[in-house]
């Protein structure tokens, strides 16, 4: 098909994720054709930096030909097994056994989902089902943050609190309430990080006293907000809400969903503060976007509530087709022998300094308010103004102003909404990616600043 076609025919039939459809279908779609490394290519042959591992998903880059073999043996070998009845196969135990091994050790037991979404989703119903079980049914309240992110199944979009995943949609739920985040450039005590972890647990304990402890069944939140903008909480944050959480008697879930797999560093953001969580959930960087695949890992504590006793024959009704899917295992496993034994973990750590000194650096370009990162996870936010720290007013549309510049000097990372731009650049970038990536960015900064509208809005 030509380029046209395709984008014509884009236009007509595929609906695409948390968009406006009226503007994609005056824009039309741009259409990804290949990747190596840490470049892909679009349908027209043009080279184009990533600096968002697709989204936040690719951290090992593209092209790694070692989990295109582990895939294609296990698909000639066995494509499809499930794991109902009481069926198994050797890539989905072997993994299991394997992130378990790795993840907090708190963390026993493993069910596997398509993605992030449904392993929150599968993470609210074994919590649902953990209470009732145990004979505490009045634990249904859930706590989650401002600008968090929880996925998109009709249950985790009320955790999620971005305006557009509840305008429509009547949510949040009734029993799912938002606190807000540790927002350091944007709260009245952020310079102080112990003011803004003792505002957060405060928050927290004030909620659970509004609620009843007796009440609240548990409180999500993930270790950096990725999709509200890469908002980096001060360090033994993530610890204090943990231990806050055990204090009152509820639990706490972990979504390491883009934080997971070397992002911020270690495996999980977790590991930094030795963070046991209640319940983990993964995806993205699992399989790195090579296959769909997530989990949730659960405490033993959970695993044996639901369990129950021998005398109660009932399942427990909670399954997917796809759930621990062998292709999907297979990946996972490689991926994971990459971030270890392949030296992606450790490329990723010696070149987070780099990377944060290229976005410090962009301090000093006049659009330029804030910069924050974690290892190799990191956002600028722009400002109309950086004595006030004034955003610009909507109207200007600076973030497609931003992302159609980036494009033209052929870079990609994300621009929000509230102009954050976010990057996430693979575990695989060396030190020419990082410098083109900072060129880039300059560059696509300067053009932006050298509009006639962006001036006038300084
Ligand atoms: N949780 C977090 C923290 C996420 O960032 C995302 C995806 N961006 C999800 C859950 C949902 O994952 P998915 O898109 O794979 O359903």
New binding site residues.
């Given amino acids: 098909m030509s380029s046209s076609s395709l984008i014509d025919a884009d236009r007509k039939h595929l609906i695409h994720p948390v968009i406006n459809y009226r503007a994609h279908e005056a824009r039309g779609a741009t259409v990804l054709e290949s990747g190596h490394g840490a470049y892909l290519r679009d349908i027209d042959g043009n080279e184009l930096l990533d600096a968002f591992a697709g989204?936040?998903c690719v951290n090992v880059g593209y092209g790694q030909q070692s989990i295109v073999d582990a895939a294609t043996r296990q698909m000639t070998k066995l494509p499809y097994a499930t794991t109902y009845f009481h069926f198994s196969s050797e890539p989905a135990i072997e993994l299991a056994e394997k992130l378990v091994s790795l993840a907090p050790a708190s963390l026993r037991r493993v069910y596997f989902t398509l993605?992030?979404?449904?392993?929150?989703d599968s993470a609210v119903r074994f919590i649902t089902h953990y209470f009732n079980a145990t004979g505490r049914p009045s634990k249904k309240q859930m706590i989650a943050l401002e600008r968090g992110?929880?996925?998109?199944s009709s249950v985790?979009s009320g955790l999620t609190a971005l305006p557009a995943f509840h305008r429509h949609f009547d949510l949040p739920l009734p029993h799912q309430h938002h606190l807000p985040s540790p927002y350091a450039y944007r709260q009245a005590n952020g310079d102080d990080p112990q003011a803004l972890i003792a505002a957060s647990v405060a928050a927290l304990e004030a909620k659970v006293a509004a609620l009843g402890a007796d009440n609240v069944a548990a409180f999500f939140c993930?270790p950096i907000q990725?999709?509200g903008g890469v908002i980096v909480p001060p360090a033994g944050w993530l610890k204090a809400m943990r231990d806050a959480c055990r204090r009152l008697g509820i639990l706490f879930v972990a979504?390491e969903?883009?934080t997971g797999f070397g992002r911020t560093g270690p495996l999980f953001a977790c590991e930094a503060e030795g963070v046991e969580p209640d319940l983990m959930?993964v995806?993205?960087g699992l399989t790195s976007g090579y296959a769909p695949m997530?989990a949730v890992l659960i405490s033993d504590e959970i695993y044996q509530g639901i369990a129950g006793d021998a005398r109660d024959t009932a399942v427990v009704g909670h399954g997917q087709t796809y759930s621990a899917h062998p292709v999907s295992a297979a990946i996972a496993l490689e991926v994971l022998r990459l971030y270890h034994e392949g030296g992606l973990l450790a490329n990723g750590q010696a070149q987070a300094p780099r990377f944060a000194a290229g976005l410090d650096g962009l301090l000093e370009h006049p659009l330029v308010g804030d910069s924050r990162h974690r290892g190799l996870l990191g956002a600028l936010e722009l400002v109309a103004d950086k004595d006030s720290r004034a955003r610009f007013d909507a109207s200007l549309k600076l973030p497609e102003r931003i992302a159609a510049a980036a494009y033209r000097n052929r870079l990609i990372f994300r621009a929000f909404g509230d102009n954050i731009l976010g990057f996430a650049p693979a575990l695989c970038y060396t030190e020419a990616d990082f410098d083109e990536l900072f060129a880039r960015l300059e560059r696509t900064l300067d053009e932006v600043l050298d509009e006639a509208e962006v001036r006038a809005a300084l």
Avoid: P
Avoid at 149 to 152: D, I, N, R, T
């Fill in positions: 989204l936040w993605g992030g979404s449904d392993a929150i992110y929880h996925g998109s985790g993930e990725g999709s979504d969903v883009i959930t995806a993205k997530g």
